[in-house]
């Protein structure tokens, strides 16, 4: 798992809440990510970071938000717009995001189910 | 349509015995491949990363093979032990298109050894 952190490992919500999962790295990393992994399918892209106080959606991005206001730091906010939120989110960083030949490090990942 | 496509979903085998993951992908052009090893419940970690001009590359008793005219890649696994109980993740490149590279995921093959 590298420098990189994520908690809570495991997030319950009720139906209607927002929750924020947390992701810090220590690996001086520009590039930063959101995946989310469900059963059977690939990892998809939520959102992506390059640089501080930059962000862009990924291939999923609806129903979710993220900031980026420190390096170290690129937080996800699960939205009560997201419809079926139950999964397995992974962070990543990458020293940058240049034509994905920087290897992608992840952290340990967050399980979030909706009750 | 998943550009990323892998094979066999799961496979079991005995501890000691080699196995062989299949990964065919269409992405195109193509920067480099990589594979990846997910242990349940903890993000994936890198094994191998090779360009479209690299055949073959090893990390201990993981190869990896890559042939870019067919567009396939293989991981083998030599002399399993019940560590190599993984999902193996095969991730293919696209070389940098606007400000960066995208990922793409296959859904992975589950290794499960026993002793």
């Known amino acids: 798992d590298g420098g990189i952190t994520q908690s809570p490992k495991y997030l319950f919500r009720k139906e209607g809440q927002n929750v924020t999962l947390s992701c810090e790295q220590n690996?001086?990393?520009?590039?930063m990510y959101w995946y989310r992994q469900d059963p059977g399918q690939g990892l998809r892209l939520i959102y992506y970071s390059q640089i501080v106080n930059d962000f862009q959606k990924g291939d999923i991005a609806e129903g979710y938000s993220v900031s980026r206001e420190k390096k170290e730091s690129f937080p996800l906010t699960v939205t009560s717009a997201q419809k079926n939120p139950t999964a397995f989110y992974l962070c990543?960083?990458?020293?940058?995001?240049?034509?994905?030949?920087?290897?992608?490090?992840f952290g340990p990942g967050t399980r979030l189910t909706v009750l | 349509k998943n550009q990323v496509e892998q094979s066999p979903q799961s496979l079991i085998i005995l501890e000691g015995k080699n196995c062989t993951l299949q990964?065919?992908?269409?992405?195109?052009?193509?920067?480099?491949l990589r594979w990846y090893k997910q242990d349940t419940g903890r993000g994936p970690v890198s094994l191998t990363i090779m360009t479209f001009s690299e055949n073959t590359k090893s990390n201990g008793r993981y190869t990896a093979t890559l042939d870019a005219d067919t567009k396939q890649s293989s991981l083998h696994i030599t002399a399993s032990q019940l560590s190599d109980s993984a999902s193996y993740i095969c991730?293919?490149?696209?070389?940098?298109?606007?400000?960066?590279?995208?990922?793409?995921f296959g859904a992975g093959t589950q290794v499960v050894v026993t002793p």
């Open positions: 990543a960083s990458s020293i940058s995001a240049a034509g994905g030949t920087d290897t992608q490090y």
């Open positions: 690996l001086n990393h520009d590039a």
């Open positions: 991730v293919v490149s696209a070389p940098r298109t606007d400000s960066w590279g995208k990922l793409q």
């Open positions: 990964c065919n992908y269409t992405v195109s052009p193509f920067s480099n």
